[in-house]
């Protein structure tokens, strides 16, 4: 597994050559952030799915920042994040505004938006400001119990999955053998 991920990963001299990104060298060339074993590919998958949910373009800067701190593949933590797409970001959403519903107890069901009329438009503009601010706070709080939620089941799932590729392959090595 680890060397077809390497097939895909930029190496170093790639990096220290992009005049954008040679500010940042030592920060990017830290062995950590390109590291392939269990516990940073977990980790970078971790991130990913937990910065996926971050709005707009900012989800793989945020991605890029996790992956620094922690110490995780920072490739692997940019590539995570387009989970999210214009097909999967709003049942995501949805998902998460029930999970803030349930988290912040509000047993309301479901606002729906106040219809679009161009003939009152500063109405309608009025009226879509109070709608999002009620469904601000449980759409917050849900979206951060779920990214926290899937980042956790990313992590285990990929330790998983990597120990499960790693027995396979002992046991193949050792059938080989006798």
């Known amino acids: 597994m680890r060397h077809?991920?390497?097939k895909y990963l930029p190496d170093h001299e790639t990096i220290r050559r992009n005049p954008?990104?040679?500010?940042?060298?030592?920060?990017?060339?830290?062995?950590?952030?390109?590291?392939?074993?269990?516990?940073?590919v977990a980790g970078g998958v971790a991130a990913g799915l937990f910065c996926g949910l971050i709005p707009?373009?900012?989800q793989m800067l945020a991605a890029a920042i996790c992956a620094v701190v922690?110490?995780?593949?920072?490739?692997l933590a940019l590539l995570v994040t387009v989970y999210t797409n214009p097909?999967?970001?709003?049942p995501l959403y949805l998902l998460a505004y029930q999970l803030g519903r349930l988290a912040t107890g509000q047993s309301n069901g479901f606002?729906?938006?106040p219809e679009f009329s161009l003939t009152d438009f500063v109405g309608w503009t009025e009226a879509m400001q109070a709608w999002m601010l009620v469904v601000a706070k449980p759409?917050?709080?849900?979206?951060?119990?779920?990214?926290?939620?899937?980042?956790?089941i990313g992590y285990f799932a990929t330790k998983a999955v990597w120990r499960a590729h790693l027995i396979a392959a002992w046991r193949r090595r050792k059938a080989l053998r006798s």
């Open 70 to 75: 922690f110490r995780v593949n920072l490739p």
């Open 20 to 40: 954008w990104l040679r500010p940042f060298e030592s920060t990017l060339l830290h062995p950590r952030l390109w590291h392939l074993n269990r516990h940073s």
């Open 56 to 58: 707009g373009p900012l």
């Open 87 to 90: 097909l999967t970001i709003v």
């Open 111 to 113: 606002i729906a938006p």
């Open 139 to 152: 759409l917050g709080v849900g979206l951060v119990v779920l990214a926290a939620g899937l980042a956790v």
């Open 4 to 6: 077809y991920l390497k």
